[in-house]
């Protein structure tokens, strides 16, 4: 479990990071909208804590976490809305305790799985490491929504590789959620670490299709948090190009991904 229990420090961190940017808001700062079109602070934060409890669920009880699974299934345009909808209408101190107690649940129970575990998932099973690398990956991107919404600036961390990781693992399901093949060859994947300015590089080095560039426009494009034109990422090859169209780290139907901002571009 060494490995999960690296993973879980660094989940530990960022809900924690995210944790400071919210726990002094104003009431009224909770309503403030946020990138993600009908989301509020309060919303992200609502299906931070909502996600949590699945998780906890398909640790501690996968019979229950089936049954969530239906329910998703039956709804899988607004299940999520719906999911943050209810607890943004919580009063924000309650929805704050509320979060905290599950993420500190959920850390528990991943912590005590045993070696091996795979855990039920709306997609895939998932191995311990892998729960704990989504749960910090999408902690991370609401987080950005909440910053932006905020206006305040994140200083980037090396937590990013963990939302690296997952970007590249997520590759063929990026294709295969839109109903596309996906690509008969590995690539390559050259990312910059925005702390060291080491580069952490992924797949085959002679592979013949390449996507190089800063970490952190890697995280942001693969969360669907910035539009790929106002990102440095480049693509070598044609199903590289393809790729950084439609990347997606996270489960469920495609995401909308942003709208390029106005006069940008890096």
């Known amino acids: ?14 809900s924690e990071e995210l944790d400071r940017l919210v726990a002094e808001l104003a009431q009224e700062r909770w309503a403030l909208a946020t990138p993600a079109p009908g989301w509020t602070v309060a919303h992200q934060i609502a299906h931070l804590a ?6 906890l669920l398909a640790a501690t009880d996968p019979g229950a976490f089936a049954a969530e699974v239906e329910k998703a299934a039956a709804a899988p345009g607004s299940f999520v809305d719906e999911g943050a909808e209810e607890g943004a209408a919580l009063p924000p101190a309650e929805l704050l305790a509320g979060w905290r107690s599950g993420r500190d649940r959920l850390w528990r129970a991943l912590s005590e ?10 997609g895939p099973p998932m191995a311990v490491p892998s ?9 991370w991107a609401h ?10 600036p994140r200083t980037p ?16 399901f990026a294709f295969a959620v839109r109903g596309l093949g996906a690509p008969g060859e590995e690539f390559r994947v050259e990312l910059t670490s925005p702390v060291t300015g080491e580069v952490w590089a992924y797949g085959p080095q002679d592979a013949r299709q390449r996507v190089t560039g800063p970490a952190l426009d890697f995280c942001l494009l693969v969360t669907q948090r910035a539009h790929r034109t106002d990102l440095a990422l480049r693509a070598e090859g044609p199903d590289a190009d393809r790729w950084l169209s439609l990347a997606q780290a996270f489960a469920g139907p495609p995401g909308a991904g942003r709208e390029p901002r106005a006069g940008a571009g890096r």
């Not at 961390?157 to 063929?172: E, K, M, Q, S, W």
């Open 157 to 172: 961390t090396d937590r990013l590789r963990h939302v690296a990781r997952i970007g590249v693992r997520t590759r063929d």
């Open 143 to 152: 987080g950005q929504d909440v910053a932006d919404a905020l206006g305040v």
């Open 1 to 14: 479990m060494s490995d999960a229990l690296s993973v879980l420090d660094d989940l530990r961190s960022e």
């Open 50 to 55: 909502w996600t949590d409890r699945a998780a």
């Open 113 to 122: 799985a045993p070696a091996g575990a795979r855990l039920p998932w709306y």
């Open 131 to 139: 729960m704990a690398t989504a749960r910090l990956m999408e902690t």
